[in-house]
């Protein structure tokens, strides 16, 4: 008989019909039940076995960890757990596992051990919920803009340009950097490289976006972005993925509109469509909650925090109202925040984020119009002279998780916002080219989807939602 998902089997009538289950052993406690996993869903399937008439040498190979092909027929439960059960009539070992070496055992493994055997961890239940999740939200990214007529542009991994002039770019280069050529005064002759001159892995797909954009109205990239930047915290990866629309005719106003949409979209979708692994991971944080302080205990579950954010309309307000809110707010007893003392013009530090969110407006807070001098080159200028058009989403948990803005569709504002910054004109001919051939109102925005997946999976680190992390002394595999 053909193959089934456990998924799938667990949803189907106990009818005494034949069928066929592949997956690896969870427990085989007291050689009473199999239960079988194959990462479709965290149930797993109980496999009845008949001990009289299986052999011993068999049973001896039916370990935690092992991987079985079952045939059997599909009976009504006899445990509590789940309506249906296998009666095993042919029990196949298909990989070995042996008992006293496999790092998983049938406990609770900290997330800490876990990192450490990262290519074993897909085979619990709380990353195979975890990846479930990231993985229906991704689908939701593509469903939302193709409904939308957005149109999927691949924007290079290798480019000529550090976008932001930030320093944080990986350099590519096929040269023997042992021994590199060398121009007359020294330096490494990148002319003899590969492509003629220095690469780097890209930080952002948004310059050739726009290129997309000028010609195509609406699209998105979404792909993986590299930067060599401090990433040993919770919440920065030297490589992670991002979605990035970019649309033309868009103002800021349609900006945040959409990306609120894009947001409750793809979160109504996991709900939806991962009610389980979602459920599973309220629960998990519902139980590690408990052994906190009281103050330190989360107001609302998982599944409520994320219907909130789906009810709610998120708070919009420029940084200068941002800037007077935390003025006189006092974070604890003990100190204000140091903005009294800097004042206006400086950038927001995560703490002050989450306060605005957590504390202040309980929920999503949109920011705009930030001062120029802490924003990119490429930020529509406001007619106060002082501000850009940008916004950054702010997510409870999380802090930034949306960064955008319109962008400065005005040739002579741009190349003079250039000159201040010291962005090398000759180098992004090619975006300049954009302005002086039909360039138009238009804006985008970076989602940083590690950071929406933590946000719909409560976990705390973002190295536990991207499948293989990239941080600083860390490539293993
Ligand atoms: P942050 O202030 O958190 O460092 P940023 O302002 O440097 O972020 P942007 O250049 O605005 O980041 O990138 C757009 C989005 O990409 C961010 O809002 C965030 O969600 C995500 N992001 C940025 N850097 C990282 C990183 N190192 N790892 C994971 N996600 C990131
Ligand atoms: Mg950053
Ligand atoms: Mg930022
Ligand atoms: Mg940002």
Redesign the pocket.
Known sequence: SQRIKIKALLQTEPAGQEVNVKGWVRTFRNNQFIALNDGSTNSNIQIVVDFQNTDEALLKRITTGAALSVTGTLVASLGKGQAVDIKATTIEVLGDSDPEKYPLQPKKHSLEFLREIAHLRFRTNTFGAIFRVRNSLSFAVHTFFQERGFVYLHTPVITASDA?GAGEAFKVTNLDLNNPPRTESGEIDFKQDFFGRATNLT??GQLEGELGAMALSDIYTFGP?F?A?N?NTT????E?W?IEPEMAFYDLADNMDLAEALLKYVISYALEHNREDIEFLTQRLTEEDKSKPQQERQEMTLLEKLQFCLDNDFERLTYTQAIDILKDSTPNKKKKFQYLIEGWGADLQ?EHERYLVEKHFKKPVILTDYPKEIKSFYMRQNDDGKTVAAM??LFPGI?????GSQREERLERLEQRMDEMGIPKDELWWYLDTRRFGGCPHAG????F??LVLFVTGMGN?RDVIPFPRFPKNAEF
């Not at 925005?445 to 940083?448: D, V």
């Open positions: 932001e930080v952002s972005t930067r930047e990433s919440r920065h990866l030297a992670f991002m995560s950054d989403i802090g930034e998780i949306v960064g925005f970076g989602l940083g590690e950071r973002i």
